[in-house]
């Protein structure tokens, strides 16, 4: 399955817009990313294990905050990033 990586977190994918990942929850998904791009979880996963207020995760078209939602190995996540400035 497919996890595609908004431009801030890139540097932690060597530029990668997408990666694959295996299918299981979304909370298995991160920790695969975090052990072949360390950091990257940390950037959307906070310290009790929930996705930043400022990140948004969708499977396919479903925006979710549930990290043991499950994901297919035909779903597509995206990790967005909220932008703000004034």
Do not use: N
Request: glycine share 8%.
């Amino acid at each position: 399955m497919r996890v595609r990586i908004p431009t801030p977190l890139r540097s932690y994918t060597g530029q990668a817009a997408a990666v694959e990942a295996a299918p299981g929850t979304l909370a298995d998904i991160f920790a695969e990313l975090d052990r072949r791009f360390p950091g990257l979880r940390f950037r959307v996963i906070d310290e009790q294990g929930r996705i930043r207020q400022h990140m948004k995760v969708f499977i396919g078209d479903r925006l979710t905050a549930d990290l043991a939602t499950p994901v297919a190995d035909a779903d597509e996540v995206t990790i967005m990033q909220a932008l703000s400035g004034g």
